[in-house]
């Protein structure tokens, strides 16, 4: 048996098939960007996967299943995306049932933060029980697995993840979201630019340095609130192994090395459990991985944060 999985994030939108011991047979890449309609959004995974399933003589129809997983957060029901900053045009689109339809297949609709930490849990041996993963890239995204169910962390959410919020003091930096001091004002892609650049409140205070210094004072704080969101996640989710991962940890691996040594550090002055801090391994296929994951195999793992039944998964595995 065979899964599509569909990974829409802000720069590549990535539709791939997977076997049934998960692994990624073939893969095509379109930029994002390239959608600016629904109905072009549909049209185009619709064609990818009528061309995967040919060119590799795979069967759909018979048992196989579609994970689509969009950067945004959905509706209750995982029929359609609520909120997207970088799909606009999908909000409110009927998009589980119009792929469906095309396709005459199983179709499942995910967050891209659950079809990359369900990429990322898949990956490791032995699965841990409680498991989170952090990833940072253009925006940030976390996941959390717990007894082998996926968390639905976007349910009524209209900001960033309260523990994802590292500085709570008077100069906390705005957040798009419309908090402060969220994570991502320090830790994804664009701020570490900005801070580089000399337009971040780092470089305003270092005016003068070299770069390397400037990179490394930047590599140090950036591993700071990393930590805090760390601590903060395991306090709250008591996993025993997270993963950090997306590409500003691909780009810039020594922000996972510097945390992961802070974390040690922490660890060895705490007595609660050990936590193993680790860098993600699937860079950036989890997420169509996970995707194709979560819609097949893996299928009974969406589950809900609130106690409800599970509305989409356990009722829509094939
Ligand atoms: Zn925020």
Known sequence: MISIGVDAGGTSTRVGIVDSAGDLLHVDHTPTSTFSAPDQFVTHVVGVVNKLVEDGHHGLTDGGSIGVAVAGTLDRGRESVHRSVNLPFLEGHPLRQAIADELHTHTVLMTDAEAATWGEYS??????DRFVHLRLGTGLACGVVIDHNLLRLDAD???HLE???????????????????????????PAIARQIEGTGPIAKSES?????TLTRIVTERVANVLTIAIAN???????SVITLGGGVIEAWPQIAEATVDKHQ???????????????ATRGDQAGVIGAARLAGVDCHALATTRGDARESGASACV
């Open 123 to 128: 990956a490791l041996s032995p699965r841990p």
């Open 157 to 159: 959410r209209t900001g």
């Open 163 to 189: 523990y994802l919020v590292v500085d709570r003091g008077p100069t906390a930096l705005p957040c798009s979201c419309g908090k402060s001091g969220c994570l991502e004002t320090i830790a994804s892609g």
């Open 208 to 212: 003068g340095s070299t770069t390397p």
């Open 233 to 239: 996640l395991v306090e709250q989710f008591h996993p």
């Open 265 to 279: 550090r922490n660890q060895a002055q705490s007595s609660v459990a050990v936590v193993e801090v680790i860098r």
